[in-house]
């Protein structure tokens, strides 16, 4: 066969910590990557993130819907990251990954999903408060 001369190339690569399922790497292999580990936000920290965006998207001031501005949704829109994130914290204590249930990983990336999903919701869809929290729950 013939040899192929590949040259500046790199790679990336991303893991998590081993445990629960996840193995880790030989160290032969580690040693050709540069690691580092980003820490995971406090809840205050988060809490203020998606507060201030849903405040943005869903304040009072860029409320096209009257009738929505002196009912519950305001203060829905207050409680929602803070119930979150608590929620979020519950499960990570609970709801432990183990060999046969490992899809019990819950991260960052499921609170920016079901965020950007409430975040992405028409106006014309928010016709009465509720629908705000069922929208949440589900």
């Known amino acids: 066969g013939d040899f192929k001369h590949i040259e500046r190339l790199d790679y990336v690569a991303a893991m998590d910590i081993p445990g629960a399922g996840k193995n880790d790497i030989p160290h032969r292999l580690k040693r050709h990557f540069f690691t580092y580990n980003v820490i995971t936000p ?3 920290t988060v ?7 849903l405040s943005a998207r869903f304040g009072v001031s860029n409320n096209p819907i009257k009738a929505l501005n002196g009912s519950h949704f305001n203060r829905f829109v207050q409680i929602l990251p ?4 608590s ?3 519950w499960a ?9 249930k490992f899809h019990y990983n819950f991260s960052l990336r499921d609170l920016s999903r079901l965020f950007l999903g409430m975040l992405r919701t ?7 408060d509720y629908i705000f929290i069922q929208l949440w729950r589900h």
Request: proline share 9%; hydrophobic share 40%.
């Open 42 to 44: 406090t809840e205050a």
């Open 47 to 53: 809490t203020s993130i998606y507060g201030q965006l």
């Open 82 to 85: 803070v119930a979150t994130v």
């Open 87 to 89: 929620l979020l914290k």
């Open 92 to 100: 990570r204590d609970k709801l432990l990954p183990s060999p046969t």
């Open 122 to 128: 028409p106006w014309s869809s928010l016709s009465v």
